[in-house]
């Protein structure tokens, strides 16, 4: 039963312009997201999170959006550089649990 | 600071073997997760440990079984490999339980059942 799903396995931009990667969710516990980035050969790394009490969470070039309402969220990344070539991951906990509940992806490819 | 380490990095093991699997945790942290991703998909959790006791359980036969040490590392156990077992095995560490969703990742282990 996949609880968060990222339904663009790929996403393929120009270096400096915006990508937006998308997120859905079903479960009503879940309270806290989180993008994670990974490289290969390498673990998922954090990137940037946001809290069910807010809508929007912006850390540099990265901003995360949540719509409670529609259970989405998103994350741009605004401009786009080519280290940001990855598969980026989404994730969900709900309240006190202890575990994080993943999408299956989304590879972002930057061109130069 | 050191960060999370896993070992081995490759394994290659034969249908009806038993695995171990090892994760160092970051300097400091109690709580250990382990996660199963299958090529293509997104990490699963199988479990997490926090002051050697399970915490937590995800949708994984008991042939998946764990450890974990007085110094936080962990181990994960797999029993009777199935083909599908094969996939990449993350560890990831926390602070403690209560802060369980940020959680720091290892590179993992690619384990691959012929």
């Known amino acids: 039963d996949q609880q968060v799903k990222q339904n663009s396995p790929s996403l393929s931009v120009q270096e400096g312009r915006i990508s937006i990667l998308n997120c859905d969710y079903t479960?009503?516990?879940?309270?806290?997201f989180l993008w994670y980035k990974k490289y290969p050969a390498e673990g998922p790394t954090f990137l940037i999170s946001i809290s069910s009490i807010k809508d929007k969470n912006e850390d540099g070039r990265f901003t995360v959006f949540l719509n409670k309402s529609a259970k989405h969220l998103s994350l741009h990344i605004v401009p786009s550089q080519p280290g940001d070539s990855a598969v980026y991951f989404c994730?969900?906990?709900?309240?006190?649990?202890?575990?994080?509940?993943f999408g299956a992806g989304t590879t972002v490819t930057v061109r130069a | 600071e050191t960060g999370v380490t896993q070992s081995p990095t490759h394994l290659i093991k034969t249908r009806g073997q038993q695995v171990t699997l090892r994760c160092s945790s970051q300097s400091g942290h109690n709580t250990v997760s382990w996660y199963q991703q299958a090529l293509g998909q997104g990490p699963q959790f199988i479990f997490q440990?926090?002051?050697?006791?399970?915490?937590g359980r995800g949708n994984f036969p008991p042939r998946f079984s764990g450890l974990q040490f007085p110094n936080y590392s962990s181990e994960l156990n797999v029993n009777a490999l199935e083909l599908d077992d094969s996939a990449l095995y993350l560890c990831?560490?926390?602070?403690?339980?209560?802060?369980?969703?940020?959680?720091?990742f290892g590179p993992g282990t690619r384990l691959t059942v012929t």
């Open positions: 479960n009503s516990m879940f309270d806290y």
């Open positions: 440990y926090y002051r050697e006791e399970e915490n």
């Open positions: 990831a560490s926390s602070l403690d339980r209560a802060s369980s969703y940020e959680q720091y």
């Open positions: 994730a969900a906990s709900a309240w006190n649990d202890y575990k994080l509940s």
